[in-house]
């Protein structure tokens, strides 16, 4: 295992030829490779949205840190996201590469072994390098075959071994958020600026919980790697996506954005010199949102907020002097949507007590809740402390380890058959209790117009306006098909909606009458036909994509 400290060079330099890909699919399926049904590419349905049918959100992530990597090396470099196994093994044959790296998290071993088996079938002068929180695997160099295997950040080790400058400025990619959106049966188009630029500030998160991949990998409690440093910085990256790519709002991959107040405020100012009406979703815990009043948030254009809503009792210190339930409630009533994030299965929790934690998260009535298994994986330090006390179980596959279906690992209280029922439950149970996400969304966009229609700063009345542009026209539609399904099924919902539809009605007048009424019973009838589609074991696979940087055909190549 190298860290950049001890990082080998390879002997040709920014002249070597390099393949960056991401693990083969497809993944939506069970497969000897490691695939799994319940464990598609899809952000929404796989963890957040996968109970609530045809109004399930569905999109694709592009692979963000191999293009952030092919991004920042001058060698001529491929990037393959999403390949298949014939067209890795095509690409292999094609251009003779010097390195291939290989980007998998732990779930996706079985592919990487069998893609290190055919660099060496395929391409046996290529020098085999696997990055990625796949790393953090204990003994993984005896499980794959590869040269080396590189933990934490990628950019640094990359550099280091192609003889690159270290310090050079991080070069950010134009990334499109997501891709191949659906929701209610129907494809969104894919205009350019239509999809929020995803914008990558850091990679770990200082809190340092105990059972978290994401701050582990980058060092743990108190470290994490900044890409930019100042808000100066960021203003700059996202200057240029707003260029290269038409957008106005970004999706800000970084664990915990507004815990640099600072940053964020230079952010703020270089926006409002500049008139920037910006839409911003982010990642905060809690205790990060606390530092800042809630109209700073709304003028630094956070319209969507990713946040952990672990159970009061389990002490966290991120939750530490919350009452989350207020908070969640006074950021929709200002417009910000919010994403819950409860994780099942605490240490405290028992069969007696779970119920009641699933009410709490419930309760919350956030927009979008994701549920996820309490998950000891390999590197972090929850892994640690069960392995110590001889709690991890036995003969548990790795591909089985993604928190949405059981337990691999002994609890004190629950079963693990009954961690996938109290599971199935939470996400069963928000959507019983607080309808689909769509409608939840509606509601927290149309408070927020209410709220800021008139406020002062500009800005912030543009970037409503421009949200609500939907509220008025598809939104509006979708309503109304959502009221009329869920007549039969869920009264109570389909009564709230109502109340909701009367209220945008009300505010916007004529348009979204006409847009219900006329686009309204296609969604309906899109939203049936999608659940039927899906109940016969259809499912969604992201396209491939390959990208050459710096680009010199093999046979114009000075070797
Ligand atoms: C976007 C994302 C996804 C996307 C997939 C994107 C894709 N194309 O694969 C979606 C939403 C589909 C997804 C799904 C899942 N994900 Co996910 N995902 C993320 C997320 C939020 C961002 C990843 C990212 O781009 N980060 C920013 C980039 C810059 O960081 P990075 O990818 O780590 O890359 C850096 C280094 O790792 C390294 N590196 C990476 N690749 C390589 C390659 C080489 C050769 C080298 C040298 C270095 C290197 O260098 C990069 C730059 O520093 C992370 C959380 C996070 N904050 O990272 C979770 C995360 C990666 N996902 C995780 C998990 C568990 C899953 C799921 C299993 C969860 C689930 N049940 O839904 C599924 C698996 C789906 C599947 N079938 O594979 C875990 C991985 C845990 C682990 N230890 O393996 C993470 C860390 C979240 C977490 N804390 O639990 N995910
Ligand atoms: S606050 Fe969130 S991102 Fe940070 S360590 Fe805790 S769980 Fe991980």
């Known amino acids: 295992m190298s860290s950049v400290s001890e990082t080998p060079v390879h002997p040709k330099g920014t002249r070597a030829r390099v393949l960056l890909t991401s693990v083969f699919g497809p993944y939506a399926q069970d497969d000897e490779f490691g695939s799994r049904a319940i464990n598609p590419m899809e952000l929404y349905h796989n963890q957040v949205t996968r109970a609530q049918g045809g109004f399930s959100l569905r999109m694709f992530h592009r692979s963000w840190g191999i293009m952030m990597i092919q991004q920042n090396i001058s060698a001529p470099c491929t990037l393959l996201d999403f390949p298949t196994r014939e067209n890795f093994a095509s690409e292999l044959k094609a251009n003779a590469y010097d390195v291939v790296g290989i980007s998998s998290i732990i779930v996706n071993l079985g592919k990487v072994r069998e893609m290190c088996r ?39 080790w990359m550099r280091q071994y192609l003889v690159e400058d270290l310090n050079a400025p991080i070069r950010h990619p134009e990334i499109v958020s997501g891709l191949k959106t659906r929701i209610m049966g129907i494809k969104l188009p894919e205009k350019k600026g239509g999809t929020a630029a995803t914008i990558i500030p850091s990679v770990g998160c200082p809190m340092g919980c105990n059972f978290c991949t994401t701050s582990s990998f980058f060092g743990g409690k108190g470290k994490f790697t900044n890409f930019y440093e100042t808000g100066d910085e960021l203003y700059d990256v996202m200057c240029h996506a707003e260029s290269a790519l038409g957008v106005q709002t970004f999706f800000v991959m970084d664990e915990n954005f507004l815990l ?61 002097g919350t009452d989350s339930r207020m908070l969640t409630r006074n950021l929709r009533e200002n417009g910000i949507r919010v994403q819950g994030s409860t994780i099942i299965g605490l240490e405290h929790h028992t069969p007696d007590n779970i119920r009641e934690e699933i009410e709490y998260a419930v309760d919350h009535g956030t927009d979008f809740h994701q549920f996820m298994l309490y998950t000891p994986v390999p590197g972090t330090p929850l892994y640690k402390e069960m392995s110590e006390q001889g709690r991890m179980l036995d003969g548990i596959d790795l591909a089985d380890i993604h928190g949405q279906d059981k337990f691999n690992f002994r609890h004190a209280a629950i079963s693990r058959d009954d961690s996938k029922r109290f599971l199935d439950w939470a996400f069963w149970r928000d959507f019983e209790r607080n309808g689909p996400s769509l409608y939840r969304m509606c509601q927290t966009m149309l408070q927020g117009w209410q709220r800021y229609k008139n406020y002062p700063d500009l800005r912030v009345r543009e970037r409503f306006e421009r949200e609500n542009v939907k509220l008025r026209t598809a939104y509006a539609a979708a309503l109304w098909a959502s009221e009329k399904y869920f007549r039969k099924v869920n009264r109570e919902v389909s009564e709230q909606i109502h109340e909701l539809r009367r209220e945008i009605a009300q505010e916007f007048g004529t348009m979204s009458r006409l847009a219900a009424n006329l686009v ?29 940087r710096n680009w010199v055909a093999a046979s114009e190549y000075p070797h």
């Open 118 to 156: 055919m660099v060496r079938e395929l391409s046996p002068d290529s020098v085999i390098v696997v990055g990625g929180h796949v790393a953090a695997t204990p003994g993984l160099g005896h499980m794959i075959d590869a040269d080396h295997i590189v933990r934490g950040e990628g950019i640094a």
């Open 260 to 320: 640099h107040r600072e940053r964020a405020m230079q952010l703020l100012a270089r926006m409002k010199a500049d008139h920037k009406a910006w839409g911003m979703a982010v990642f905060a815990s809690a205790n990060a949102i606390r530092k800042y009043r809630v109209e700073e948030l709304v003028e630094l254009g956070v319209s969507w907020i990713w946040m952990g809503l672990e159970s009061p009792r389990s002490n966290y210190s991120k939750l530490r």
């Open 520 to 548: 309204g019973p296609v969604l309906l009838w899109t939203t049936r036909r999608e659940e039927r589609r899906v109940a016969a074991g259809k499912t969604y696979e992201p396209p491939t994509f390959l990208e050459r």
